[in-house]
T-cell receptor
Framework: EAQVTQNPRYLITVTGKKLTVTCSQN?????MSWYRQDPGLGLRQIYY???????DKGDVPEGYKVSRKEKRNFPLILESPSPNQTSLYFC????????????FGPGTRLTVT | SQQGEEDPQALSIQEGENATMNCSYK?????LQWYRQNSGRGLVHLIL?????REKHSGRLRVTLDTSKKSSSLLITASRAADTASYFC???????????FGTGTRLTVIP
């Protein structure tokens, strides 16, 4: 089944403890993105990648890192999480140039205390 | 911010009625997309309309685009209880990988 998977789905952590949210897609898509969703603010793009080893900042990149070492994986790294990063996170992928439809993962609900 | 805005923020209708949601945006676009989200789950792509198109249909969905007014509308005809969800418009300014989402319209369809 074509899908985007994220792990973990739920995470409660403490301020400053480094964490990684994994994202993987099995559709051979070139483009991948991370979004965060907050009440009243909709979805905002954190980082995106248009190919292996090619990443770029989205709207709200502060406090986050990403890497794209393989086409299928695009992990999101929070080096020192803070409470304002408590949010619902979505990974998404799309085919590439000319293929605009985004396929979303199920989401990761992160709470930072 | 390049985010779009949906209007209304919430809409409640009876099953069988039509639902119309509007989206306004600020910059020029390559395409505009509509997505649906069921309660905290991942978004699902519904329909895409390119900047040189004015109207598009897909099943019970009809999307219009007015680039001079920087606005789009999504019409769901003959709504069903299963259409209850949040609907988001997303603008793609360049066709690259930046997508800017609106804040969504929460649709409730009453059986």
């Amino acid at each position: 089944e074509a899908q985007v998977t994220q792990n973990p789905r739920y995470l409660i952590t403490v301020t400053g403890k480094k964490l990684t949210v994994t994202c993987s897609q099995n559709m051979n898509h070139e483009y991948m993105s991370w979004y965060r969703q907050d009440p009243g603010l909709g979805l905002r793009q954190i980082y995106y990648s248009m190919n292996v080893e090619v990443t770029d900042k989205g709207d709200v990149p502060e406090g986050y890192k990403v890497s794209r070492k393989e086409k299928r994986n695009f992990p999101l790294i929070l080096e020192s999480p803070s409470p304002n990063q408590t949010s619902l996170y979505f990974c998404a992928s799309r085919p590439g140039p000319g293929g605009y439809e985004q396929y979303f993962g199920p989401g990761t609900r992160l709470t930072v205390t | 911010s390049q985010q779009g805005e949906e209007d209304p923020q919430a809409l409640s209708i009876q099953e069988g009625e039509n639902a119309t949601m509007n989206c306004s945006y600020k910059t020029s676009i390559n395409n505009l997309q509509w997505y649906r989200q069921n309660s905290g789950r991942g978004l699902v792509h519904l329909i895409l309309i390119r900047s040189n198109e004015r109207e598009k249909h897909s099943g019970r969905l009809r999307v219009t685009l007015d680039t001079s007014k920087k606005s789009s509308s999504l019409l769901i005809t003959a709504s069903r209880a299963a259409d209850t969800a949040s609907y988001f418009c997303a603008t793609d300014p360049t066709g690259a990988n930046n997508l800017f989402f609106g804040t969504g319209t929460r649709l409730t369809v009453i059986p």
